[in-house]
């Protein structure tokens, strides 16, 4: 059993890296859609300035509170879809935060370095909000979405439990697909409409399923001593 549960690990690994690929391309060409009418920008790159400051110039000489409770809430939420019984959950602005789980497994483990809840909650306000709203919600996406990379950078280390125990590699790769999944997921949406989320994620699909296509197809090439009978 160990044995399958680490093959469908690194299975899951691959299949990150080839969407990594895939739906980098996608928010490569979601780039240059948008700069062409940069003006969609102008709300969520305001709120990503507006923490960009805060934090530069206030909330880097402080320990922040929300960062921890972002961190052990997405723990949570994850366990919860896999449903895993939570025993404890605690957060806390100087000594840090800690959840207590029954069970658990990578994707939970790594959920805070990839998963930006706060953002993820706002996006999903979207189709429900009148659309007067919407510019207001924007500059809020992108205050939240530019928090969750803030304190990524300060968070993600191989000195932490999570990554120690997934691996270093492994958790690398899984972390870059998910920040590139869902942060083109949630910035199509925002520089459009709910449905170009969904536009985006059908496309980085397409993109990844030509790269692994493409992968598959210069395999003999790559490997002519497997290929020679």
């Known amino acids: 059993m160990r044995l399958i549960l680490l093959l469908l690990k690194y299975l899951f690994m691959l299949l990150c890296l080839v969407g990594g690929i895939g ?9 240059a859609k948008v700069s062409e009418n940069p003006g969609v920008w102008l709300f969520p790159a305001g709120g ?23 961190h052990e809430l997405t723990h949570a939420v994850f366990a919860l879809l896999f449903f895993k019984k939570i025993h404890s959950f605690s957060a806390h602005r100087f000594r840090g ?7 658990g497994n990578f994707i ?3 959920a805070p370095y990839f998963f930006p809840t706060f953002t993820i909650f706002l996006f999903l306000l979207k189709p429900i ?16 979405l530019m928090f969750h990379w803030v304190y990524l950078t300060r968070e993600f280390h191989f000195g932490q439990p999570d990554i120690r125990q997934s691996g270093r590699l492994f958790s690398i790769i899984v972390v870059i697909f998910g920040n590139i999944f869902f942060a083109g997921m949630v910035l199509a949406a925002t520089a459009g409409s709910f449905r170009d989320g969904g536009q985006f994620i059908r496309l980085g699909f397409r993109h990844s399923v030509q790269f692994l296509q493409y992968l598959l197809s210069i395999w003999p090439l790559a490997a002519p001593g497997l290929s020679a009978n």
Do not use: D
């Not at 935060?97 to 069970?103: A, D, P, S, T, V």
């Not at 909000?129 to 939240?144: D, E, K, Q, V």
């Open 48 to 70: 990503a300035l507006s923490f960009f400051l805060a934090y530069l110039f206030y909330f880097s000489r402080r320990e922040s509170f929300w960062s921890v409770m972002e």
């Open 129 to 144: 909000l009148n659309s007067r709203f919407h510019p207001y919600l924007n500059f809020a996406i992108g205050f939240t």
């Open 23 to 31: 739906y980098g391309q996608s928010l490569w060409c979601l780039f």
């Open 108 to 110: 939970i483990a790594l």
């Open 97 to 103: 935060g800690k959840i207590q789980l029954e069970g």
